[in-house]
């Protein structure tokens, strides 16, 4: 309950990641008759849409964490009553259900903030971050699933070491994967110490302890995956004029999501004419990622890598 309230405190004074230019974005178009925050986290974004949706308009906000759930629905507590408001546990992959079910059709704006969410990393118990001695769990959601210790003992050299090239490029992921399996042949590897003292033994790169705990939270959660799904279905229920908006956070992200657009942002070619036959989908808002302000990354040093990407519906 106090670490509830303190993330509740810590919102009011804390702007969400580049709040101000996805504010100007979101107000660049008057199609709002259906808004989606596909990561709502505690609701810093989310507050900012409702506060200028109109009466009968539908905000959909999506988590897989209850407990953020739970938090963004005190913050949306004093966002105007005229808008329908639906906050919904699951997965933003299953984005093309949630519409269906709540009876709309299309989408008008939605937007992805695929970083982690900072109530993770500063909640000691969820395993997330490096700072605090907690069982390895790292679930988004904690009702379901494999946790992280349960890949950390189970999963083959191979595997770990695949899991921490693919997802964090980890360039000392044979050494660190073969100190996991060699150590838990004698004992449980179950908080992130326990596995934070492996890693420095077997790596002596500072940096690869975040990277690890990276790819151990990527493969838990399978991030990739569901970041795919969604994109594409959330795509598709794009209204005519409608905007989707990404926030990556890290390289190989930034490269998925960067590639996955790639498709809809060119139209199909006649091979014989040379002509495009089939226009393409979707337009760029900005032709370059936008980036945090120096202020911004002064302010909050986590936004220091994010990255927006916008693109309009076209066809």
């Known amino acids: 309950m106090k670490f509830s309230i303190f993330l509740s405190d810590f919102l009011l004074h804390h702007d969400p990641v580049l709040i101000s230019e996805i504010e100007a974005i979101f107000l660049d178009n008057s199609l709002h008759s259906c808004?989606?925050?596909?990561?709502?986290?505690?609701?810093?974004?989310?507050?900012?849409?409702?506060?200028?949706?109109?009466?009968?308009?539908?905000?959909i906000g999506i988590d897989?964490?209850?407990d953020n759930l739970a938090i963004a629905q005190d913050n949306l507590a004093n966002t105007p009553t005229w808008v329908h408001k639906n906050l919904v546990h699951s997965s933003f992959?299953?984005?093309?259900?949630?519409?269906?079910?709540?009876?709309?059709?299309?989408?008008?704006?939605?937007?992805?903030?695929?970083?982690?969410?900072?109530?993770?990393?500063?909640?000691?118990?969820?395993?997330?971050?490096?700072r605090f001695d907690a069982p390895l769990d790292m679930r988004f959601d904690r009702t379901q699933g494999k946790t992280a210790r349960d890949l950390v003992m189970h999963m083959s050299e191979y595997e770990l070491r695949d899991l921490m090239f693919k997802y964090a490029d980890e360039k000392k992921a044979v050494h660190i994967a073969r100190a996991i399996v060699e150590v838990r042949k004698t004992k449980s590897i179950d908080t992130t110490f326990d596995l934070l003292e492996i890693i420095k033994s077997s790596s002596y790169d500072d940096h690869s302890p975040k990277r690890v705990f990276q790819a151990l939270r990527i493969a838990v959660n399978a991030e990739f995956e569901h970041v795919e799904t969604s994109i594409k279905?959330?795509?598709?229920?794009?209204?005519?004029?409608?905007?989707?908006?990404?926030?990556?956070?890290?390289?190989?992200?930034?490269r998925i999501v960067k590639n996955l657009l790639t498709s809809y942002l060119t139209g199909t070619i006649d091979d014989f004419t040379g002509q495009t036959i089939v226009p393409s989908r979707l337009s760029k808002y900005n032709k370059k990622p936008i980036l945090p302000t120096e202020k911004e990354i002064a302010d909050n040093p986590r936004s220091r890598s994010a990255k927006l990407r916008v693109l309009t519906r076209t066809f």
């Open 35 to 59: 808004v989606v925050d596909a990561t709502l986290g505690l609701g810093g974004h989310s507050k900012m849409f409702c506060s200028h949706m109109k009466q009968g308009d539908h905000f």
């Open 233 to 254: 279905k959330s795509i598709d229920k794009l209204s005519l004029g409608g905007r989707i908006a990404i926030i990556t956070f890290h390289s190989i992200e930034d």
């Open 93 to 130: 992959a299953e984005i093309d259900t949630i519409i269906q079910d709540l009876g709309l059709e299309s989408i008008d704006f939605i937007l992805y903030d695929l970083g982690v969410s900072s109530a993770h990393y500063d909640d000691g118990d969820r395993g997330f971050s490096i």
């Open 64 to 66: 897989r964490d209850r």
